[in-house]
């Protein structure tokens, strides 16, 4: 029996929960060609949204295309991917190299095909005769207008994601904003979806003065609802063959933070001790084990966490663990935690969501890292 839980990757269709309304809003936003921006913070399932959608636009026949912008270590490789992934909506890789000959004149693409795989084969490309900042900035704004072709000449809507889009500020700044709005928006039949997983950064990018500003919708991905996620956990226990103990997707889904991939990871490891051990059932018993497993593993890498903050930040850090993130600036949670003065801990806790340890929700801080927050809680004083 395979372990049914799957992290640390898009998760395939039958281990995807819930989203069925941000999946109909996303489908029917991007089958009308929006320009949409989905933000959430990290590994809370953008990734897997977007595939789901793209499959299900891709099954009503429109071209889909799907780029991870943090990938590339340069303004002028992104543009290469991204050249590549709208040249692959040709199955061919012969067929795509005459396009993007066709499509891109005076660039002079070079397309290989990468060894192996016959005529489906992959390929790359490569724009060997570009290399100054100029010949870049006018290479974009051609490659930029390829999907609005892509979707004249195949007559069918073009949908693209450009995942992880916040990386898009390091190549170049503003003028990448500019020349992908510019063209974005007189790009008819070509739906996008620009998603970030640094919602301050993608929030900003969204702001006034800024070339994205009122661009299109905006989907702000939440948690998956808990009771939800803990049903789906046990029925996939379940339907594997381990018979899970009553509460047992609840307690995963609440010492996870209910954060979708350390639902997943846990449930994994879970499950996979408790087959290792040859049982058929599941109970808090194993989870805890499991837990305790993946803390002791983790440890060197919690410590190297930990030992980077100071003193100060540190304390704080606790206090939200053992608060559960409420009233951290009140004199009664300083006095007991022996935190000092609000501005000190005010400027701890920025500190500390500024590294991305901490994820101020409303009044509430939580910690990214559910595993980490039980490390803490375990094994710091
Ligand atoms: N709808 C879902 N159902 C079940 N598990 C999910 C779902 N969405 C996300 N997950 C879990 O969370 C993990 C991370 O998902 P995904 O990579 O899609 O998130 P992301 O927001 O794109 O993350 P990142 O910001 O790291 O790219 C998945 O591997 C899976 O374990
Ligand atoms: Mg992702």
């Given at each position: 029996m395979q372990n049914?839980?799957?992290?640390?990757?898009?998760?395939?269709?039958?281990?995807?929960?819930?989203?069925?309304?941000?999946?109909?809003?996303?489908?029917?936003?991007?089958?009308?060609?929006?320009?949409v921006f989905l933000i959430s913070p990290r590994r809370y399932g953008k990734s897997s949204l977007i595939r789901q959608a793209l499959a299900q636009l891709g099954r009503r026949g429109l071209l889909t295309?799907?780029?991870?912008?943090?990938s590339y270590s340069s303004y002028l490789a992104f543009l290469e991917g991204y050249a590549r992934a709208l040249a692959a909506t040709e199955t061919r890789w012969d067929r795509a190299r005459q396009w993007l000959r066709e499509a891109l004149p005076s660039a002079d693409?070079?397309?290989?095909?990468?060894?192996?795989?016959?005529?489906?084969?992959?390929?790359?490309?490569?724009?060997?005769?570009?290399?100054?900042?100029?010949?870049?900035?006018?290479?974009?704004?051609?490659v930029f207008a390829l999907p609005g072709q892509l979707a004249e000449q195949r007559k069918r809507p073009v949908v693209v994601a450009l995942d992880e889009f916040q990386a898009i500020e390091g190549f170049n700044g503003g003028s990448v904003e500019h020349a992908l709005r510019a063209a974005a928006?007189?790009?008819?039949?070509?739906?996008?979806?620009?998603?970030?997983s640094e919602p301050s950064l993608m929030e900003k990018m969204i702001g006034p003065k800024r070339p994205f500003y009122k661009a299109g919708p905006v989907m702000r991905l939440d948690r998956i609802p808990p009771d939800l996620?803990?049903?789906?956990?046990?029925d996939r226990f379940a339907r594997s063959g381990v018979r899970p103990e009553a509460g047992l997707g609840a307690a995963i889904v609440e010492l996870a933070g209910n954060l979708p991939y350390d639902v997943q990871r846990l449930a994994h490891e879970t499950w996979d001790d408790v087959r290792a051990s040859g049982a058929r059932r599941a109970n808090l018993d194993d989870l805890h084990q499991t837990l305790a497993r993946i803390l002791g593993e983790q440890d060197t890498f919690f410590e190297a966490v930990w030992q980077r903050l100071t003193l100060a930040q540190r304390a704080v850090f606790r206090a939200v663990v053992l608060r559960n993130g409420r009233e951290i600036l009140a004199a009664s949670t300083r006095s007991r935690y022996r935190l000092g003065g609000p501005s000190s801990v005010q400027a701890a806790l920025s500190a500390l969501v500024r590294q991305d340890v901490l994820?101020?929700?409303g009044q509430t801080y939580v910690v990214v890292d559910a595993?980490?927050?039980e490390w803490v809680a375990r094994r710091t004083f």
């Amino acid at each position: 029996m395979q372990n049914p839980f799957v992290y640390g990757e898009v998760v395939p269709g039958d281990a995807f929960v819930d989203r069925e309304q941000e999946l109909d809003r996303l489908v029917t936003d991007l089958a009308a060609c929006q320009k949409v921006f989905l933000i959430s913070p990290r590994r809370y399932g953008k990734s897997s949204l977007i595939r789901q959608a793209l499959a299900q636009l891709g099954r009503r026949g429109l071209l889909t295309v799907e780029v991870t912008v943090s990938s590339y270590s340069s303004y002028l490789a992104f543009l290469e991917g991204y050249a590549r992934a709208l040249a692959a909506t040709e199955t061919r890789w012969d067929r795509a190299r005459q396009w993007l000959r066709e499509a891109l004149p005076s660039a002079d693409p070079l397309v290989r095909q990468e060894p192996g795989d016959g005529a489906r084969g992959r390929f790359s490309v490569t724009f060997p005769d570009i290399a100054s900042a100029r010949e870049v900035g006018r290479l974009a704004t051609e490659v930029f207008a390829l999907p609005g072709q892509l979707a004249e000449q195949r007559k069918r809507p073009v949908v693209v994601a450009l995942d992880e889009f916040q990386a898009i500020e390091g190549f170049n700044g503003g003028s990448v904003e500019h020349a992908l709005r510019a063209a974005a928006q007189v790009q008819r039949q070509v739906g996008y979806v620009f998603a970030g997983s640094e919602p301050s950064l993608m929030e900003k990018m969204i702001g006034p003065k800024r070339p994205f500003y009122k661009a299109g919708p905006v989907m702000r991905l939440d948690r998956i609802p808990p009771d939800l996620f803990a049903g789906f956990i046990e029925d996939r226990f379940a339907r594997s063959g381990v018979r899970p103990e009553a509460g047992l997707g609840a307690a995963i889904v609440e010492l996870a933070g209910n954060l979708p991939y350390d639902v997943q990871r846990l449930a994994h490891e879970t499950w996979d001790d408790v087959r290792a051990s040859g049982a058929r059932r599941a109970n808090l018993d194993d989870l805890h084990q499991t837990l305790a497993r993946i803390l002791g593993e983790q440890d060197t890498f919690f410590e190297a966490v930990w030992q980077r903050l100071t003193l100060a930040q540190r304390a704080v850090f606790r206090a939200v663990v053992l608060r559960n993130g409420r009233e951290i600036l009140a004199a009664s949670t300083r006095s007991r935690y022996r935190l000092g003065g609000p501005s000190s801990v005010q400027a701890a806790l920025s500190a500390l969501v500024r590294q991305d340890v901490l994820l101020k929700e409303g009044q509430t801080y939580v910690v990214v890292d559910a595993l980490l927050r039980e490390w803490v809680a375990r094994r710091t004083f």
